[in-house]
């Protein structure tokens, strides 16, 4: 039973550059989430997936950023033009469950992340 | 207006003793989860443990419990025995809203360090 995979770990880029990072869910979750952290603070929610559908987004995610799930299994993450700010830690977490009102734990499982470095 | 509010940047304590991390959190509504996570140096969070706002008891996981007090939106995490491998941070996070897709909001971490 593996956990969420997320790739690469470490990403040095140049500002400028654009990077993608990939993350594969556990297999028999649909939903899938995004986050960043900085240094020192807190994850903070970056978009959300439902199988293939992006149901939200965070103001957070400029329109420098996209996220993809094409066939409702790994997304991809990619930033254009890399700013120094954009420098952290992207992670990723899966779910499973179901539409409309729950009280289902839905707990996100997370992985290791891609640690971002823009210099 | 910050969601979940964590205290306690950092904290020592003494293997084989028990830790309390303090958590309070703000929401106007009225189904909520609440959840504990564990960040080792390695980065990967590591999910420890949920109480649903509708859950009468305190939840328990081994050695980890949630100390869930309603009315004065608190919910501490108690680690009992404490191990070398419980050096790490570690995040309080909820989940507001009804539905169980809601993003999870996460307060700024408890650095705990435990002395042999």
């Known amino acids: 039973d593996t956990g969420v995979s997320q790739d690469p770990r470490h990403k040095i880029t140049k500002r400028g550059q654009n990077v993608t990072f990939r993350c594969d869910p556990i297999?028999?979750?649909?939903?899938l989430y995004w986050y960043r952290q900085t240094l020192g603070q807190g994850p903070e929610f970056l978009t959300y997936f439902q199988n293939e559908a992006q149901l939200e987004k965070s103001r957070l995610l400029s329109d420098r950023f996209s996220a993809e799930r094409p066939k409702g299994s790994f997304s991809t993450l990619e930033i254009q033009r890399t700013e120094q700010g954009d420098s952290a830690m992207y992670l990723c977490?899966?779910?499973?469950?179901?539409?409309?009102?729950?009280?289902?734990?839905?707990?996100?499982?997370f992985g290791a992340g891609t640690r971002l470095s823009v210099l | 207006a910050q969601k979940i509010t964590q205290t306690q940047p950092g904290m020592f304590v003494q293997e084989k003793e028990a830790v309390t991390l303090d958590c309070t959190y703000d929401t106007s509504d009225q189904s909520y989860g609440l959840f504990w996570y564990k960040q080792p140096s390695s980065g990967e969070m590591i999910f420890l443990i949920y109480?649903?706002?509708?859950?009468?008891q305190n939840a328990t996981e081994g050695r980890y419990s949630l100390n869930f007090q309603k009315a004065r939106k608190s919910a501490n995490l108690v680690i009992s025995a404490s191990q070398l491998g419980d050096s790490a941070m570690y995040f309080c996070?909820?989940?507001?809203?009804?539905?169980?897709?809601?993003?999870?909001?996460f307060g700024s971490g408890t650095r705990l360090s435990i002395r042999p």
């Open positions: 977490a899966s779910s499973f469950g179901t539409s409309g009102v729950s009280k289902a734990k839905n707990i996100q499982y």
């Open positions: 109480q649903g706002s509708y859950d009468e």
């Open positions: 297999s028999e979750h649909n939903r």
């Open positions: 996070a909820m989940r507001e809203g009804r539905s169980s897709a809601s993003k999870i909001i």
